[in-house]
């Protein structure tokens, strides 16, 4: 991982931060996306990739979303046919895209359908159990040089979500 990557996970600990591989594999998160999301499944099969969490299902114990975009679906589609022709002999991509092929309808007829989407800044509400309502921005960013994305949630300063975010900073990651 560039070192300046690691520089923002370590420098931005107010803020919920992960990074993920081209195929949405989450490589690694900063102490506040723990407590936000909880620590992510131990293995680094399809349980660690944000694509089959948005298609199949979420790991166990993340917190309810509230309200869901539909664009970031297409995008996740788009990225991984970006990543499949730039890796062609990737087995485990491969692999990924025809399980969620198998496992999802939405996903089969997104990947069928040809759809291209870029991902927009979107507005993620997420029913905390120990903090409550969060209602987040989330940015996704490019590392340039690499093929990594930085999904990045902030709030409003003074709003009560960041009031409630810096709660969550004190109570940690959930057990």
């Known amino acids: 991982m560039p070192a300046g990557v690691q520089?923002?996970?370590?420098?931005?600990?107010?803020?919920?931060l992960s990074v993920y591989d081209a195929a949405w594999n989450l490589?690694?998160?900063?102490?506040?996306?723990a407590a936000l999301f909880g620590?992510?499944?131990?293995s680094r099969g399809f349980g660690r990739n944000a694509v089959w969490w948005s298609f199949v299902e979420p790991p166990a114990g993340y917190p309810q979303a509230m309200s869901r975009e539909t664009g970031d679906r297409a995008a996740f589609i788009s990225d991984l046919r970006a990543a499949a022709a730039r890796y062609p002999k990737d087995a485990g991509l491969a692999a990924l895209i025809d399980e969620l092929r198998a496992r999802s309808g939405d996903f089969a007829a997104l990947w069928d359908s040809g759809v291209v989407g870029v991902h927009e800044p979107l507005t993620k509400t997420i029913r905390h159990a120990s903090v409550g309502e969060l209602t987040l921005d989330c940015d996704i960013l490019a590392a340039l040089g690499s093929d990594l994305r930085i999904m990045a949630f902030?709030?409003?300063e003074g709003s009560e979500t960041a009031e409630r975010l810096r709660l969550l900073e004190v109570v940690g990651v959930p057990v």
Not at 7 to 16: I, V
Not at 27 to 33: E, K
Not at 39 to 42: H, I, M, T
């Open 7 to 16: 520089r923002l996970l370590d420098r931005l600990t107010g803020t919920p």
């Open 27 to 33: 490589i690694t998160w900063n102490r506040l996306w």
């Open 154 to 156: 902030t709030v409003a």
């Open 39 to 42: 620590n992510p499944p131990a």
